[in-house]
């Protein structure tokens, strides 16, 4: 933001400034989160990079209702190992150009990360890793993705299949011209960038093949989808207790979004999937360039283009955005926790961000009949 000429009278304020305070003033203030009639074992999940992570982490920590998760541009379950520089060096290459990558075919330790998931389980940390092997998991990568490279991908498959994943129940989507973004069927940057809002016009609807290939054969999606963007307060489900009685060290935003397709709302029995936004989507992230929508933060962009409403309007399912947020010096992104910023418990049932997404499913599948 340019700074303000050192002459003009303290009172004045630039009118982006005051139709910003105006909104801000005139904001709704979030909904509480629904019970709806939703089928907990029914839950499924995605995301994309640092979502993508998290989407594996939930995944593994809760596998006991997990139907199938997405992965798009992501690694195997607790890739960083708890070390920020193994993340952004051997499972990612968001380091460079301060460290240089280090990604190679073998750079995950798949057999040390599949060891540390069944230590993990024999220590109550996370769900029995065999109900994986029920689960259907499809992985989405760019052929030109820079910061997620294919032999990160293919060390995820490696973990799945070491935890016996039948091959029949995994698929890998490799779109060559795809950078690192979430392919869409039209919205977005040109599929090959790598940059804001990381959604790419790809001709190829993920939202679409990950709900499809998770819960089988779909009703296309609709051009406009009928149901309801709905903002949750998250404040709730986020624990309070010892480091996080400070909302803003669990690296989650105030409030989230939810899409409630109208059978859903009406009382019809619907599924549940948890789409998570990568760094630099979240609603309260400034980029660098206003985003498509227009504004100062991301907003809803990820949150209303990346296509799941569509999918889920015929198709009785509910979606919930969950929103992370930045942490100045810790977490300037607003990724997800896949390396431990928030404590070490960060990718079992016991950390701050995987509670509170377990809460909320919770609540949403509590009014089940």
């Not at 004045?12 to 909904?31: D, G, H, N, T, Y």
């Not at 999940?45 to 199938?68: D, P, T």
């Not at 989650?252 to 630099?280: E, M, Q, T």
């Not at 961000?353 to 509590?366: E, F, G, K, T």
Request: hydrophobic share 40%.
């Amino acid at each position: 933001m340019p700074h303000l000429p050192n002459h003009l009278p303290r009172i004045w304020k630039p009118p982006f400034v005051l139709l910003a305070a105006v909104a801000l003033i005139c904001q709704a203030a979030p909904e509480p989160l629904p019970a709806l009639n939703i089928d907990i074992e029914q839950t499924s999940v995605s995301g994309i990079s640092s979502g993508g992570f998290m989407s594996v982490q939930f995944q593994v920590a809760h596998s006991s209702i997990i139907k199938g998760a997405g992965i798009v541009a992501g690694g195997p379950y607790n890739c960083s190992q708890n070390d920020v520089v193994k993340a952004i060096t051997k499972c990612s290459c968001t380091g460079e150009p301060n460290l240089a990558c280090e990604v190679t075919p073998t750079s995950a330790q798949v057999s040390t990360l599949v060891d540390g998931t069944k230590a993990s389980f024999a220590g109550g940390l996370i769900d029995d890793p065999a109900n994986l092997s029920q689960q259907r998991i499809i992985s989405l990568a760019g052929g030109k993705d820079p910061l997620v490279p294919a032999p990160v991908t293919r060390q995820l498959a490696d973990y799945y299949a070491k935890l016996a994943v039948p091959a029949a129940n995994y698929s890998a989507v490799t779109l060559e011209n795809a950078g690192h973004t979430l392919p869409t069927k039209a919205y977005g940057s040109a599929c090959a960038v790598t940059d804001a809002p990381y959604l790419g016009k790809c001709g190829f609807d993920s939202a679409q093949a990950i709900l499809g290939w998770i819960y089988g054969p779909l009703k296309a999606p609709v051009k406009r989808a009928r149901g309801r963007f709905t903002e949750i307060d998250q404040t709730p489900f986020i624990p309070q207790d010892g480091a996080f009685s400070f909302l803003w060290r669990s690296g989650l935003d105030s409030s989230g979004w939810l899409y409630v397709p109208d059978n859903c709302a009406r009382g019809a029995s619907c599924r549940l999937h948890i789409a998570l936004h990568g760094c630099k989507q979240g609603q309260s992230y400034l980029p660098l360039k206003p985003p498509p929508g227009g504004g100062l933060y991301n907003g809803t962009t990820f949150v209303k283009n990346a296509g799941y409403d569509r999918v889920a309007a015929n198709n009785n399912i509910v979606v919930l955005f969950p929103q992370a947020v930045s942490i100045p010096g810790v977490n300037p992104y607003g990724c997800w926790d896949w390396w431990g910023y928030t404590d070490q418990h960060y990718a079992d049932r016991q950390g701050v961000q995987i509670r509170a997404l377990r809460s909320m499913v919770d609540r949403l599948s509590s009014g089940g009949h």
